[in-house]
């Protein structure tokens, strides 16, 4: 089904609503139409869609960058703050008690053992800190202070040698080319579609020729990955993130393939339940060149 078809099929429904939200959504429709309405609706990723639109409403790369730093950063301060300073009686919905089950069977296999990895958006640093159990030299990332203190101080406590950085993703600084393993568990779901492109290219930069990428996101939980009915959920629900600055993005699989595939090669996707009823991908990847 063309675009232009799946959105002339919500704008029939609102055909009478004059409210400003509605007026709003349906410019921004027409904009879609305009523009992508000769493709297929599996053919074109919501990120490239939601990239597209946030420049035409003239939120450029600087506004959203100022925006959303602060807002992130307090969003996962405050998380964090309530769990461990205050000791609230909350559970974290991603955090587990076990490293990353594929990320283990991954350190079992024998022909590929990472020497240097990069961890985007670590926690507390149980991944991070499994890692480097396992003999890698690990470099840990998070936005939160208070989840990276606790990270420092359990590698210290484990007798682990782990580098941890309170730092924004964006804000780094390594080497080209300096990491055979990118992983990342619960960071890339959280980036805003706008900074995607600037997502990959730092991951890109920072892997080695043919280095991995080890990403696990969210899951769309849909009956169909594809077609009609997801398009149109997920179009909702791509306005109200735009309109609303709502942060979480579920993937179905063809969004990880049309979002990666230009620098990184699937090797394995593998779609799973945590304990904790989180559903996601597990997707292993290779950078291409
Ligand atoms: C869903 S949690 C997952 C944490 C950890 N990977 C785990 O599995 O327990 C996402 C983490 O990404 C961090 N994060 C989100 N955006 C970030 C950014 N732009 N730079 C660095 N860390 C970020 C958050 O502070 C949070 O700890």
Redesign the pocket.
């Known amino acids: 089904m063309k675009i232009r078809t799946a959105i002339k099929k919500i704008l029939e429904v609102t055909e009478d609503n004059t409210s400003a939200d509605v007026l709003l959504c349906k410019s921004i429709l027409l904009k879609i139409i305009n523009n992508f309405g000769d493709q297929n609706v599996e053919e074109v990723s919501m990120s490239r869609i939601a990239h597209f639109v946030s420049k035409e409403l003239g939120l450029g790369d600087s506004y959203i960058h100022k925006i959303l730093a602060k807002e992130?950063r307090y969003h996962?301060e405050r998380a964090?703050h309530n769990r461990y300073i205050e000791q609230r009686p909350i559970r974290?919905?991603?955090?587990?008690s076990k490293p990353?089950y594929f990320l283990a069977e991954l350190f079992e296999n024998k022909d590929f053992v990472p020497r240097r990895v990069l961890?985007?958006?670590?926690?507390?640093g149980?991944?991070a800190i499994f890692m480097a159990k396992k003999g890698s030299e690990v470099y840990a990332?998070?936005?939160?202070y208070i989840?990276t203190k606790i990270a420092i101080d359990s590698a210290k406590k484990a007798k682990v040698k782990c580098k941890f950085f309170n730092?924004?993703?964006?804000k780094l600084n390594f080497k080209s080319g300096y990491f055979d393993l990118i992983f990342?568990?619960?960071?890339f779901h959280?980036?805003p579609f706008f900074l995607h492109d600037e997502y990959i290219k730092l991951v890109n930069r920072f892997l080695s020729s043919k280095g991995r990428f080890y990403l696990?996101c969210h899951r769309q939980q849909n009956l169909y990955e594809n077609g009609l009915y997801p398009f149109l959920g997920r179009l909702t629900w791509l306005l109200n993130y735009l309109l609303k600055n709502q942060f979480e993005i579920y993937f179905t699989k063809n969004d990880i393939k049309l979002t990666f595939r230009d620098k990184f090669k699937i090797i394995k996707m593998d779609s799973f339940q945590e304990k904790t009823g989180d559903n996601l991908y597990s997707c292993f990847m290779q950078k291409r060149s």
Do not use: N, Q
């Open positions: 992130k996962w964090y974290l919905p991603w955090e587990i990353t961890e985007l958006g670590s926690g507390i149980r991944d990332v998070d936005i939160s989840a730092r924004d993703i964006f990342d568990r619960g960071c959280h980036i696990l």
